[in-house]
């Protein structure tokens, strides 16, 4: 009898202890489900929100420079270059499917205007306008002629139309693009500055250049721009032009007796062997900056280039 007590106790208290334990288990599985829980939440509460990307897209070299600086630690930027940066101009470039493709994706599309991108005009129709940013704004065009960022007073409208545009489109990070501008507009300005220094002494002189680019660049800096003997480097001048070219610069030599000859740099040119060997003169390489490296004091260093041989060409 006193066994049968004994026993029923024991298994009572076996229950009892076994129940405990299960109850407490449960409370601390409740205690770290509710801290896992509350983990989770503080660092949803905490962790910050991964920037929207956006793509931006320059139509060429020059664009793209400009968007390298603007563009520079805003969160989210995917930059796109269309035109490879070995095109040049775009005046006798076709979009290829690639092109079309990324015209189509992309969320702003930067281009430079005053009739440099021509062949994108009805494919530019089908994307929504307020998306297009374009650089040249209300920039006074001369004959049609778009190359305003050769000269360092264009470049600075440029980059800050462009600025302007992208902080219209992405206000949330519009003071980064106006900030970034400032910044690069000042080391602009500081080139023009030494540029102006180097070149003032030669103002009045006068220069043929074998590529449009230039007049802009000539107009600032005060050289007599006598004229442009190609549209392209890619073209050459007929018989005839070559004639007119080498009446100019008999003219200008009578008149001045000073002349330089500009080719551009990385472009060969039978036009220019011809010339020098009728008048004898040097042909000197200038870069309008637009093919090089992605790089962004690509453009700063085309310009210090630029300086340093119009200083060599027009002093001889």
């Not at 092109?99 to 089908?126: A, C, P, R, W, Y």
């Not at 070149?199 to 800096?221: C, D, K, V, W």
């Amino acid at each position: 009898m006193k066994r049968n007590i004994l026993l029923h106790t024991f298994r009572g208290i076996v229950l009892l202890l076994c129940s405990l334990t299960l109850l407490a288990c449960t409370k601390k599985s409740e205690t770290f489900s509710n801290l896992a829980s509350a983990n989770a939440n503080r660092q949803t509460e905490t962790q910050p929100e991964s920037p929207r990307e956006l793509t931006v897209t320059a139509s060429f070299y020059p664009i793209y420079i400009m968007l390298m600086n603007i563009t520079e630690n805003v969160p989210g930027i995917n930059l796109k270059l269309m035109a490879p940066q070995d095109t040049g101009c775009l005046h006798h470039y076709h979009l290829s499917p690639a092109d079309m493709e990324l015209i189509q994706s992309t969320d702003i599309m930067v281009v430079n205007g005053g009739h440099m991108e021509e062949f994108m005009d009805k494919v530019l129709e089908t994307l929504d306008e307020s998306s297009i940013v374009t650089a040249i704004g209300d920039w006074p065009v001369v004959d049609h002629n778009p190359h305003i960022w050769v000269a360092p007073a264009g470049a600075i409208h440029q980059v800050q139309q462009i600025a302007t545009g992208l902080a219209r489109l992405d206000q949330d990070n519009a003071q980064l693009y106006q900030d970034n501008a400032a910044n690069y507009i000042a080391k602009i300005q500081t080139l023009q500055d030494s540029m102006t220094a180097q070149l003032s002494p030669l103002a009045g002189s006068s220069m043929i250049t074998f590529h449009e680019a230039f007049p802009y660049f000539a107009s600032q800096f005060n050289l007599n721009l006598a004229g442009s003997i190609q549209r392209e480097p890619d073209s050459e001048p007929t018989a005839r032009e070559l004639v007119e070219t080498l009446d100019i610069i008999k003219t200008v030599q009578e008149k001045e007796g000073k002349l330089a000859l500009f080719a551009e740099l990385n472009f060969a040119s039978s036009a220019a062997d011809v010339i020098a060997a009728e008048t004898g003169l040097t042909v000197y390489e200038l870069d309008p900056a637009t093919t090089g490296i992605l790089d962004k004091d690509a453009y700063l260093h085309a310009m210090e280039y630029n300086a340093n041989v119009l200083v060599q060409a027009l002093s001889n």
